[in-house]
């Protein structure tokens, strides 16, 4: 699972403050109910709209399906979801990632034991299609 945005924390904050001061000065001048009603609106907008912000790092691609149903391919960047509707299931990684194997022994030519490690460099070209296509990419790598 995904962490948390911090934008999208200060967004909560700022919306809910914002939120707070109008049912503050609703109180101060009526003294009623409607700024008990003001504030608890803020709080369901900011809760919403804190859900919907996602920001992707520089090397990150993102894939949004829509009730199930491939949307679009986004990041880098700030990008908005519906809450509901809107899921992000795949946070892909397009850098250089590698995978190292443990020592094989094998023969060479004139049958000398030798001792071979190796590692694999990969990096994924198309997110879609490794987030799509493939149950766990990083696992079929390996």
Do not use: H
């Not at 804190?50 to 920001?55: C, D, E, G, H, R």
């Not at 908005?80 to 194997?101: E, G, H, K």
């Not at 443990?102 to 990096?123: G, I, N, S």
């Amino acid at each position: 699972m995904r962490k948390s945005s911090s934008f999208a924390a200060l967004i909560f904050i700022v919306i809910l403050g914002i939120g707070c001061v109008l049912a503050y000065i609703t109180y101060s001048i009526t003294a009623n109910m409607a700024s008990q009603w003001i504030a608890v609106i803020a709080f369901i907008i900011a809760f919403f709209v804190s859900l919907s912000i996602k920001v992707a790092d520089q090397w990150e691609r993102v894939v949004i399906l829509r009730l199930g149903k491939f949307l679009s391919l986004k990041g880098p960047g700030l990008f908005l979801i519906i809450p509901v509707i809107d899921t992000v299931p795949y946070w892909i990684d397009t850098r250089v990632i590698t995978a190292s194997f443990k020592a094989e022994k094998t023969l060479t030519k004139d049958t000398v034991p030798v001792d071979v490690d190796a590692v694999l460099f990969w990096k994924v070209i198309d997110p879609k299609k490794a987030a799509l296509d493939v149950a766990d990419y990083q696992s079929a790598i390996s």
